[in-house]
Every structure is written in C-alpha cells, then in structure tokens.
C-alpha cells in the first residue's frame, strides 16, 4: 500500500537550541528503513524517484543488506531522544591518486523536516568528516544536485569547495511500478 505521508515525523518532546547537542549517531538498522525511506523522500528532488511503502519496498531492503555487508560502507542514523532525525551514507574508497589515499564520499544527506533549523545538518557533517578522519581519509568529498542552492551555500559554510563539475549518465533501468519514480527524473 502506498502512503501519502512522504515526511519523516518528527520526534515528540521541546527541541530548542540544545537539540544538537544531544544527537546521537548510530549504524542504521533494517528497522530503520520506514524512516529513512521517508527522509529521503521528503524534498522536490526525492519524491520524483522514491517510493514511500508500507511494507517497505524490497528494492531499499536489498540496497540495505548490501551496504551494512559492505565494510566500506556506513549508513548512519542521527538521534534525538532515541528517534531518527538525519541520516548520511559514507563510502570510503581507495584511490592511487593522493599517493595512493583513501576518500570519503558522502551522500543522502537527511535532516527530518520537523527538526530542519535547528543546526543538526551541521552536527551531522561535523561528525562525517571526524568519521572521515579516523578512518584515515585524506579527503571528504560529495555531490549537491545544481538545483539545490541552499544545499550548495549549507556545504560551502561547512569548507567544501565546488572544485569540479560533476557528470552522470543515466543508465537504462528496469522498468519502474505504478507508484515509484519515473524514468528520466531528476538524479542527485
């Protein structure tokens, strides 16, 4: 059944300035799914190519498997009183370039809309590149769709440079069910 409600909910409780303080970061779980399907989903861009479920479509659940199976992978979950509120995925990868260093490349960068604001992106990147470090990265990179400008200015205040221009091809895919994104939409 497809819901509507394509908005994480916000955690319950009186959250002020001291919210990011109290985040809380953790692996993702499987169970975690519902929430990060809906965060991801939740801006003009996501609800073009996601698909909000009930029970969550099998496609996230085998991308999940993959990740958490993967040692140079980490989806992360941000928490606030023990609810999910942001979430980020990390894929560390070698490179010959840099004297042979490794990256950081960061993507599906989340904050719930009830708690958009409140400075938690800026605690969760924070975190990211210190995860970056302590793997041994010598670089954090990521991607911002060009129609994203305030996304863009966030990533600038945080030190990222938009040092190269990026290109994608979209590859043929398998056909897409009533319900879900279609072809040729907008790409991250």
Not at 43 to 58: F, I
Not at 105 to 120: D, F, K, M, S, T
Not at 133 to 158: E, I, N, W
Not at 162 to 183: M, N, Q, V, W, Y
Request: with cysteine; net charge negative; hydrophobic share 35%.
């Amino acid at each position: 059944m497809e819901s509507t409600d394509r908005s994480a909910p916000a955690p319950s409780g009186n959250f002020g300035s001291d919210v990011s303080e109290s985040l809380q970061f953790r692996p993702a779980q499987e169970g975690d799914l519902p929430n990060l399907v809906k965060m991801l989903a939740d801006d003009p861009l996501g609800a073009t190519r996601e698909r909000v479920s009930e029970p969550v479509d099998s496609r996230y659940v085998e991308a999940f498997r993959s990740i958490d199976g993967d040692p140079n992978q980490e989806l992360t979950v941000a928490l606030s009183e023990g609810f999910p509120v942001g979430m980020l995925q990390l894929t560390f990868i070698p490179y010959l370039t840099h004297t042979g260093s490794w990256r950081c490349q960061v993507e599906g960068v989340r904050i719930a809309r009830g708690v958009r604001g409140l400075g938690l992106g800026s605690v969760l990147l924070r975190w990211a590149i210190d995860r970056a470090k302590a793997r041994g990265a010598r670089l954090v990179q990521l991607t911002s769709d060009k129609s994203r400008p305030d996304a863009l200015r966030f990533y600038g205040s945080l030190g990222f440079k938009a040092t190269h221009e990026g290109f994608k091809l979209r590859l043929e895919t398998p056909p897409i069910d009533s319900g879900t994104a279609t072809e040729g939409s907008a790409e991250p």
